[in-house]
Structure formats: structure tokens, C-alpha cells
């Protein structure tokens, strides 16, 4: 089903505001880049926020903030990010907290993010190209397994997405979304242990130790210092400054 034309039009408009050409590939290394708190008024963190996947909240003189789980794995991470980012250019203004199960829903304004989500970080027509070169490969062959699932991992790597998104993506390419389940298992059972045993288990199990997981894991320090910044800049009052620092708990200066 083709994305509605006011979804395709917000992930145009993601795509040039960001420098994206085909695909972003990990998300926060670009937002690293971009110093998007001085360019776009988004403030970007990671903190262990329990059950959410993430958050998105906006204050005084359009200043954004996202917040995502680093208690996820990165996959995880990057969808729920492009998630929130949906919902930046989608549904601005609305403070949005982010389940795990909302990462999956269809419907209403979640569904559109998850939309805009899916689009902007693994396009349509990538997906197809990568469909026919599998289907050339003849992986969706019930004996290539472990070819299929070493072909799926470089993926999920190249776009840095999870497994299961990669897979039920191309399997919906071939009308086998239903047998989801059952080809996981066959492809565990291939390998001889699960995917994220046999491939990079840092990339599929959360590992906050690891520098990757560390990126912008202070929130609070970053918070501080973002801040002060906009203040600087005067995209922001030191009153609307120092709201937002008690709120987190932060001490501001007299």
C-alpha cells in the first residue's frame, strides 16, 4: 500500500532538512553531525526510561526534545528515533510517549510515524532491489536458511535495523509474512543457535557498556549544556532555560 501523500511529503522535507540521499543508515551518528539543538531547536538524548522506547516533549520558543531508551538494541534504537522524528514532522506539538507495542501499531498517528519511520530509514525501492537480489540468489529456498539469515544480518547492518524488521519486510515482498515464525525458527535451527549468537550480538542484544550505547547518554549534561547554548544563541530565554533545567533536576546559577 502506497504511504499517503502528506507522509511521503514530511519524509521528503526529513530527508532535505537532514542531507539524506538514499537512506540515513544509524541516525544519530548524522544527528551527531548536524548539531541539530542549534540548527533545528531538537534536542536529542538517550536515558533508561523503563517500559518507553522513547519520548518526544517541546518547550518554550520551539525547542524539541527526544529522548530515547539506550536499553534497547540498536535497531531498536534507530527505529524509535526515525519513530519520533516521524511524529516531529508529522504531529509537531503533541508530547508523545512511545511504548514498545506502539512501534508496531497501524492506526492513527502512531501508524503514520511508524510509516514515515519505515520509509525514511529503508525505502520502498531499496527494499525491492534487495528483494530481487535475493530472489536471484534463490535464499528464499527452504535449504538456503543460513544463506538467507547472512544475507538479512549485512542488512540489518547496512540500514541498521533489527532482524525481524528486515526479514518480515522482505518476506512481505514474497507473500510469506504469515510464515514469519516459522522461518525464524528454521533459520535458528540453520545456524544452529539464535541470530544474535551466531552474528554480532552487541549489534542485537543491548550493551550499554559499549561506546555506541554511550552516545549521549548524559542527558542531564548534555541538557545543561544545549541550553546554555540556545541561550547564547538567543533562540531561547534564560527563564525558559532555567523551566526546563528544574524540571530535570538540574541546578541553575544564580
Not at 519524509?11 to 540548527?39: M, V
Not at 531547536?41 to 527526544?66: A, P, Q, R
Not at 519505515?118 to 528464499?140: A, F, G, N, R, T
Not at 550493551?207 to 542527558?219: G, H, S, T
Amino acid at each position: 500500500m502506497a504511504l499517503i501523500e502528506k507522509i511521503q511529503d514530511s519524509i521528503n522535507i526529513a530527508r532535505e532538512t537532514f542531507n539524506i540521499d538514499e537512506f540515513p543508515g544509524n541516525l544519530f551518528l548524522l544527528f551527531e553531525k548536524e548539531e541539530c539543538a542549534d540548527k533545528h531547536g531538537l534536542l536529542l538524548f538517550k536515558e533508561n526510561i523503563n517500559k518507553l522506547s522513547g519520548f518526544i516533549g517541546y518547550g518554550d520558543n520551539n525547542l524539541t526534545v527526544i529522548c530515547i531508551n539506550y536499553q534497547r538494541p540498536i535497531g531498536h534504537q534507530n527505529f524509535t528515533l526515525a519513530h519520533e522524528l516521524g511524529h516531529w514532522f508529522l504531529h509537531r506539538g503533541q508530547n508523545i510517549s512511545d511504548i514498545d507495542c506502539n512501534l508496531n501499531i497501524q492506526e492513527s498517528i502512531e501508524g503514520e510515524a511508524n510509516n514515515f519511520a519505515s520509509e525514511l530509514l529503508y525505502p520502498e525501492k531499496l527494499i525491492v532491489q534487495d528483494y530481487h537480489d535475493i530472489c536471484e540468489k534463490d535464499l528464499l529456498n527452504i535449504d538456503k536458511r543460513k544463506e538467507l539469515a547472512i544475507y538479512i544480518n549485512g542488512l540489518c547492518h547496512k540500514y541498521c535495523l533489527s532482524f525481524q524488521m528486515v526479514l518480515r519486510k522482505i518476506l512481505y515482498k514474497d507473500y510469506q509474512l504469515n510464515k514469519y515464525k516459522e522461518i525464524r525458527n528454521e533459520i535458528d535451527k540453520s545456524l544452529g543457535m539464535k541470530i544474535s549468537k551466531y552474528f554480532d550480538e552487541d549489534f542485537y542484544v543491548p550493551n550499554p557498556n559499549l561506546p555506541e550505547y554511550q552516545q549521549l547518554k548524559k542527558p542531564y549534561v548534555v541538557l545543561e549544556e544545549r541550553l546554555d547554548k540556545l541561550i547564547e544563541l538567543k533562540k531561547i530565554g534564560k527563564a525558559t532555560a532555567d523551566a526546563i533545567k528544574l524540571r530535570n533536576g538540574i541546578e541553575i546559577d544564580n
